[in-house]
């Protein structure tokens, strides 16, 4: 699910183990845990305004536990199947936790104390539980779900691009649509922020997308599969085909129209953006945003993908996470993605038979969103110059810099 993985630019781990932790105040737990299982996110919620990020970590603690349930492949799915459903039920329960289930050492240490969050949850707003245990239910009956459809099946869970984009929804549109909601009610943001649902959804989806596409060959050898077979059976006879046949002009084809359809997201990501108020909610939803687009221009085109792990560069990723304070700034970096994206493909029209359709949507679909993403800052750059420095994003960093300052 919605996990963000962004390179060194983050805050030391505490040195001590979970269990350790366990022997502090129980919010000192929670900051902890979220210390050690995601460095990223912890120095993502720093941005935010004090009201916000006790609810948020909260949040984001209760759903990695959710997610490791899901992810523990070595857990009796007819137990998965109860907790999974019954979860948010567990929030108000001061006492429960559960050993031996999680998907990684780290997550386990924290089920086997999960009360610790509880207790933490208790202490929120009435307003800020009721969200965090609405989009627990939802999710939990959500993997519940497509877990089954494994069970039952005994195969791939996300058949057409309509399970794709449920199960997209299930695991992260509804982190968007609960922290919107959480931003609303918060006051910091207007109603209005939670009550446009299918934004806070795709700002999730466009997420979700982005990890799924990345992370091909890490889920593939966890054996879990996410890559829809309606696009993907267009060019392989089965999922494992591409990770077998890397150098193939048809891997990357299918790797190409898996980015297209999260290209279509971007429009509801800048309206999404253009809705917030404070700055401190628009830094923490536009990080993992930028990250997202700069992950797809190095991800498009690249058989890599299907031979090992690919990143955006530790550096990059630090310089786009201090330049994503403004709308004008995150356009920018957007509009680079966008460029680098658009390039690729034009270079390879009319010279890939497997994938000619798809090329000439992509550029269609790029240039869409090359208009709106343009500022004063990338217009008074040509597009050639925007890819006169390799990896054009570092230039969108440069650009996004003159476009904050403006
Ligand atoms: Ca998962």
Redesign the pocket.
């Known amino acids: 699910?919605f996990q963000l993985k962004f390179g060194s630019y983050v805050v030391k781990p505490p040195k001590v183990s979970i269990l350790e932790l366990a022997n502090g105040s129980d919010e000192d737990f929670c900051y902890g845990v979220l210390h050690k299982v995601s460095r990223s996110f912890a120095v993502v919620i720093q941005q935010l305004d004090q009201e916000l990020s006790l609810p948020v970590c909260v949040f984001y603690l209760v759903l990695r536990g959710l997610?490791s349930v899901?992810?523990d492949m070595d857990f009796p799915i007819e137990k998965k199947l109860v907790l999974l459903r019954s979860f948010h039920e567990k929030l108000d329960d001061m006492d429960w936790c559960i050993q031996d289930c999680g998907d990684s050492a780290d997550y386990r240490a924290m089920m086997s104390v999960f009360y610790k969050i509880s207790r933490v949850f208790a202490t929120l707003k009435p307003e800020y539980q009721e969200v965090i245990r609405d989009i627990t239910l939802r999710m939990g009956a959500g993997m519940a779900e497509f877990a089954e459809a494994v069970q039952k099946t005994g195969k791939g869970s996300v058949v057409s691009k309509k399970d794709y984009d449920l199960y997209c929804h299930y695991?992260a549109g509804l982190v968007g649509i609960g922290l919107s909601n959480l931003f609303s009610v918060s006051g910091l943001e207007s109603p209005k922020v939670a009550n446009n649902t299918t934004l806070s959804n795709n700002m999730g989806l466009f997420l979700q997308k982005t990890n799924i596409i990345r992370d091909y060959l890490e889920d593939l050898d966890s054996s879990r599969t996410w890559w829809p077979e309606e696009i993907w059976s267009e060019y392989a006879p089965e999922l494992e085909w591409f990770g077998k046949n890397p150098d193939h002009e048809k891997s990357v084809a299918c790797l190409n129209h898996l980015v297209l359809d999260a290209l279509s997201l971007v429009p509801d990501v800048m309206q999404y953006l253009e809705t917030l108020k404070s700055d401190s909610v628009f830094k923490f939803c536009a990080i993992p945003q930028v990250m997202a687009i700069a992950t797809l221009a190095e991800v498009y085109d690249n058989k890599n993908i299907f031979k090992g792990v690919v990143k955006i560069r530790k550096g990059l990723s630090a310089k786009l996470m201090l330049n994503s304070g403004s709308l004008d700034a995150v356009k920018a970096t957007f509009h680079a993605g966008l460029s680098t994206i658009r390039s690729k493909a034009a270079s390879k029209l009319g010279k890939c038979p497997a994938e000619e359709a798809i090329l000439a949507k992509t550029i269609e679909i790029a240039d869409r969103m090359l208009a709106i993403t343009e500022t004063p800052a990338t217009s008074s750059f040509s597009t050639g110059a925007l890819l006169f420095a390799t990896g054009s994003v570092v230039a969108a960093v440069s650009i996004g810099v003159l476009a904050a300052r403006r």
Do not use: A, K, S
């Open positions: 699910m997610d899901e992810d695991v």
